[in-house]
């Protein structure tokens, strides 16, 4: 047996395994798991097709992989299973931009090149943005922000938001995510943490605001417009 | 009863789930969908705390959702269930941008530009990025990128990329993923699908390879180079 990194509590071990594709699979997966006392931090299913599937799991609590691959490869439905680094230590974590094209693009700008300037710095940033357009499409991605995976800070761009926005935007305040939004018409300024003018400089507020090599407290400026 | 919305082959329902944090949870949700012979076609497990976890399942196969809320909420680890949207249907297909914050954040203005225009008329399409330094830690982020959920396209932005890189855009590439670069130095152009100079025309084109409110077929432009 070759000696397998430690999946201590504080740094989760990915896992990578090819299963035929049918309802159930995932059950049997997590009951070899859970049965050896791993603890699920994070899973994905990637459609690898018709009849095969890959799921993604990030693991913590085992002392050691090894047996639990084992144990992964003696199930029928598996085809292969495969050690993955962790999508946590590889694109660390978000800043989600939404609004209008022109805007985000904008933001998007100032937020990749201050995310540059921390990940040299041993920082892992990602920003990831989508372009929306009406009321209730983006109150909608404003609540399924606060569900996406490693999402930490919501950039809204756009030159008028309000009405189901603002509702959407005090919720996921609730649930901690941070809300920045450019200066724009409608009621969302008025219900977000931090209000920018400047499009270039709200996305580099928004990575100061979550990177742990910055000395830029949020919580401090609540309320305060620039 | 109230009856639900169907969840047919074609569109899986959402279905946010809170619970205790602690090993074997996910197991026992997975049982209750697996009885029911609910398809899972997207989990995520959100870390909601020390003690809650909030656990994200897109299903699909299943003729309604009513009786799989009931069965969940009876397990004892189950604090509450709610039907939410599913994510491929608020941020549908990902465009990956990687490399240089400044090329990135180029390329970024394009691709969000465009993905407004497909947007607009009912595609959804997002752009997600993250700036990176060094052989290695983007050789390793082009591989995960392959195991991003929804990703379709990855364009790589820097000036100098070979190597691991190489390696890896060949190997993303053979798992379906289309691979576009700038017109940089190093062996990464000579491995991609299409080569672009400019970043913004990179980033529009990234996203036509993707929109089906597109007629782009980067297969009948393989080798190319713009």
Redesign the interface.
């Known amino acids: 047996m070759a000696p397998e990194r430690a999946a201590s509590r504080g740094s989760a071990l990915g896992l990578?395994v090819r299963t035929e594709s049918?309802?159930?699979v995932?059950?049997q997966l997590?009951?070899v798991?859970?049965h050896l006392?791993?603890?699920?931090?994070?899973?994905?299913?990637?459609?690898g097709g018709e009849r095969v599937n890959?799921v993604?799991f990030e693991i913590r609590?085992l002392p050691t992989l090894a047996p639990l691959i084992e144990e992964l490869r003696a199930l029928p439905a598996v085809i292969d299973v495969t050690e993955?680094?962790t999508?946590r230590r590889?694109?660390?974590k978000r800043v989600i931009i939404m609004g209008?094209?022109?805007q985000?693009?904008?933001v998007?700008?100032g937020a990749?090149?201050e995310?540059?300037?921390h990940?040299?710095r041993g920082e892992?940033?990602?920003?990831?943005?989508?372009?929306?357009?009406g009321e209730s499409a983006l109150a909608?991605?404003v609540?399924?922000a606060s569900?996406?995976?490693r999402a930490r800070v919501l950039v809204l761009a756009g030159a008028l938001m309000g009405g189901e926005i603002e509702a959407a935007v005090r919720k996921v305040r609730e649930r901690g995510l941070v809300v920045i939004t450019l200066n724009m018409a409608g009621s969302v300024p008025g219900a977000a943490d931090l209000v920018v003018t400047d499009p270039i400089q709200a996305g580099v507020m928004a990575v100061m605001a979550i990177a742990e090599t910055a000395r830029f407290d949020v919580s401090k400026l609540r309320k305060r417009i620039y």
Chains 1, 2 share one sequence.
């Open positions: 990578l049918r309802p159930g995932l059950h997590t009951g798991i859970a006392g791993g603890d699920i931090t994070w899973v994905v299913i990637l459609g890959s993604f609590g993955e680094q999508h590889v694109f660390g209008g094209g022109a985000v693009g904008q998007a700008v990749v090149a995310a540059d300037r990940n040299l892992r940033i990602s920003v990831d943005t989508i372009p929306l357009v909608e991605a609540l399924s569900r996406l995976p």
